[in-house]
Every structure is written in C-alpha cells, then in structure tokens.
C-alpha cells in the first residue's frame, strides 16, 4: 500500500540526537520527510552546531 502524502502531525517539540553534539536536542526547523525505503521521518538542523539531523518514525 503506497500513501501519496504522510500526515503531519508536528508535536510541540521534535527532538533527534545530535552525531556531532553527541546529545538530543531540539531539532529548528523541523519538517516531515519520506526517506528513500517508503519510512516517515523528521529532518532539522541542530541549533548549536547547524547539521542536519533525522528522527525516523
């Protein structure tokens, strides 16, 4: 079963760990994608250092 667009559903807050940081953070910018394999996730960029970050699910 294939969906055209996922529901976005923002939480107040979406939170992801940080490689460079090596620390959750609070992601800025945070918009719903569709990873290559068909899965939901989050992508932002980390507020202290500017990288990009994914939640996926």
Known sequence: ???S???E???AMVQAY?????KK???KDAKRV???NGRGAWQ??????GGK???IG
């Open 5 to 7: 667009k996922i529901p």
């Open 18 to 22: 940080c490689v460079k940081d090596r």
């Open 34 to 36: 569709t990873l290559k």
């Open 25 to 27: 953070i609070d992601v």
């Open 44 to 49: 932002g960029t980390c507020p202290v250092c």
């Open 9 to 11: 559903r923002r939480p």
């Open 1 to 3: 079963m294939i969906y």
């Open 53 to 55: 970050v994914y939640r």
